[in-house]
């Protein structure tokens, strides 16, 4: 079966994305397998539900940290934050 939620970006025209048909025994298509954006949106899925709902406007923030979080999920977050704090300082307005 086909996750509903990955035929927009198909249907959007993405084309580094399509429909793989679990129903017909695929589960990749060339060098493209979705283990990898199953595992980002269980990753996802475990830490947003912690909220138990939040501000739509909200999301997309929440969404980019998990992107960022799950990308370097074998690193020291605190080491590369400080890292990015010392290279960019923060700027108050």
């Given at each position: 079966?086909?996750?509903?939620?990955?035929?927009?970006?198909?249907?959007?025209?993405?084309?580094?994305?399509?429909?793989?048909?679990?129903?017909?025994?695929?589960?990749?298509?060339?060098?493209?397998?979705?283990?990898?954006?199953?595992?980002?949106?269980?990753?996802?899925?475990?830490?947003?539900?912690?909220?138990?709902g939040?501000?739509?406007?909200?999301?997309?923030?929440?969404?980019?940290?998990?992107?960022?979080?799950?990308?370097?999920?074998?690193?020291?977050?605190?080491?590369?934050?400080?890292?990015?704090?010392?290279?960019?300082?923060?700027?108050?307005?």
């Amino acid at each position: 079966m086909v996750g509903e939620g990955y035929n927009g970006l198909v249907d959007f025209g993405h084309k580094k994305h399509f429909r793989v048909h679990h129903s017909k025994n695929e589960f990749a298509r060339g060098n493209a397998p979705i283990n990898g954006i199953e595992s980002f949106w269980g990753y996802t899925k475990t830490r947003l539900v912690k909220f138990k709902g939040m501000n739509k406007n909200m999301f997309n923030l929440h969404l980019k940290e998990c992107e960022f979080r799950f990308n370097n999920r074998k690193q020291n977050l605190y080491k590369i934050l400080l890292e990015m704090f010392r290279k960019e300082s923060l700027k108050l307005s």
